[in-house]
């Protein structure tokens, strides 16, 4: 969101066209899958703490619920656009294929910047999105979950407007939901543990141990802060993080050549995950431009912020020494640069795969909320561990056997599934 030049969808679509031509798919599934099912774009008029209305920009897209109903975090971000969204919508539909839960693809968003509203006012838009959405939402249809800049709190919002205007409880309708409000356990960290479990299994497949490797990470959100607990408690050292500063309207990375010190930096981070450059000086941190953390002399990349980091501009950056890179955000890679991480061989999770612990685990809540019955976080995480290994290990075994590149591998098997579906209904 960050370059208005760059298109999501656009590049959503380039690497599906590029698969379908991998399976030799038909042109009715191509045409299908190509693009979404369904689109709702609609306005929120908010009264806000003022006493003026200000009108915000809702969407939701449902790429596609031929395997099961839709699912999708909500992203509230000032640069929000329709083709985001769509993008978003259709990795969600390949993300819940790869890890094989009976779950479709859908996203939505609200073009806002909570940095710059009140707590109130943000209840309105989560309200007001929900009324819009009401017939075309719900534990059957579509369930919505967090995403950048939306928390538990607003999640249950949105539950409790859906559920006055129904006249019923539907524990199942979001996911997200604050922990004895409903949610999981284990759903805070599962979307960074997601990512550390098959980066886990990338290092094994390559013999690489996790104590000898250092990480540069973007971002320093849930995904970032979770992924860098479990890869630090594995032996790992990540040597830099970067993130978006409010005040200044831009990014900067905070770099400590020998390791960063988790909690010393969540110390002075504030719920958006943007960290207080005066204090990160204090305590040592070099605090170097935004984009430094793609350049370090590290193993291992992590991008974990936004779309669209890994480009033919910046992959000229990446070291020597990089061996892997795990993609915690959604999209971080352009197909440019990705052709050229595939030639020089770097082991590439992908973005649908590797942070696919967050659904899978938004689909446990949901199981467990229909069955008005909480599983212990141990259970919650050791379930997430063996999907999340399970998924790994069938990309990763196809790559090996076709010769593919892992993502590649992954969207083989997402966009077989789905197409599979839709011929098993009858659709195509
Ligand atoms: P978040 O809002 O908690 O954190 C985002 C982080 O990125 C913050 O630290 C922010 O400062 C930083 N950031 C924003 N713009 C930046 C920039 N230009 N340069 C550097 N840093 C920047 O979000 P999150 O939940 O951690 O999500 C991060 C990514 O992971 C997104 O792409 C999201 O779609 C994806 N994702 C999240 C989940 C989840 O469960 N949270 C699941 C799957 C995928």
Redesign the pocket.
């Known amino acids: 969101m ?1 370059d208005k030049s760059f298109n999501a969808f656009a590049m959503a679509q380039a690497q599906f066209d590029k698969c379908a031509d991998l399976l030799g798919l038909d042109d009715a599934t191509r045409k299908l899958l190509r693009s979404p099912m369904r689109e709702y774009s609609f306005n929120i008029p908010v009264r806000m703490d003022d006493g003026r209305f200000e009108v915000f920009r809702g969407f939701r897209v449902q790429h596609n619920d031929a395997r099961g109903p839709g699912k999708g ?1 909500i ?1 509230f971000h000032p640069l929000e656009t329709i083709d985001t969204v769509r993008a ?1 919508s259709m990795w969600m539909t390949w993300k819940c294929a790869v890890v094989d839960i009976p779950l479709g693809g859908s996203k939505g968003g609200v073009i806002c910047d909570p940095h710059n509203l009140s707590s109130r006012e943000q209840e309105g838009i989560c309200r007001g999105w929900v009324r819009q959405l009401v017939r075309d939402i719900g534990p059957l249809r579509d369930i919505p ?5 939306t928390n538990a709190q607003h999640m249950l919002w949105m539950l409790d407007e859906y559920e006055t205007i129904r006249g019923a409880k539907y524990p199942g309708l979001i996911t997200g939901k604050p922990v004895g409000m409903g949610g999981s356990l284990g759903r805070t960290e ?2 960074g543990f997601g990512v550390i479990y098959t980066l886990r299994e990338a290092m094994k497949e390559m013999d690489v141990e996790p104590g000898s490797t250092k990480t540069a990470v ?7 802060q979770y992924a860098i607990r479990l890869y630090q408690q594995m032996g790992g050292t990540v040597v830099c993080v ?3 500063d409010q005040n200044d309207q831009t ?1 900067y990375t905070y770099l400590k050549k020998n390791g960063i010190d988790l909690d010393e930096l969540l110390n002075i981070t504030d719920h ?3 960290i207080n450059k005066g204090k990160a000086a204090g305590l040592g941190y070099e605090v170097l431009p ?1 984009d430094a953390w793609i350049e370090q002399e590290v193993d291992i990349l992590l991008p ?4 669209n ?1 890994i480009t033919a501009k910046t992959i000229v950056k990446i070291s020597d020494r990089v061996k892997v890179i795990a993609e ?5 890679t352009t197909p440019e640069a990705d052709a050229v991480i595939k030639e020089r061989g770097i082991f590439m999770i992908p ?1 649908f795969l590797a ?5 899978t685990c938004s689909y446990f809540e949901q199981v467990q909320s229909n069955m008005n019955h909480y599983w212990a976080k141990e259970k919650v995480l050791a379930k997430l561990d063996i999907n999340m290994t399970s998924a790994f290990i069938a990309v990763s075994d196809l790559a090996r056997k076709k010769k593919l590149y892992m993502r590649d591998a992954a969207y083989v098997i997402a966009i077989n599934r789905v197409a599979q579906a839709c011929k098993d209904r009858g659709w195509i």
């Open positions: 960050a975090g992203r978003l979950a967090p995403d950048v800049m599962a979307t973007q971002g320093f959100g849930n995904v970032a970067s993130c978006w990014s958006f995950g943007g935004g974990a912020a936004l779309e980091q915690g955000a959604n999209g971080p973005d942070n696919a612990g967050g659904v």
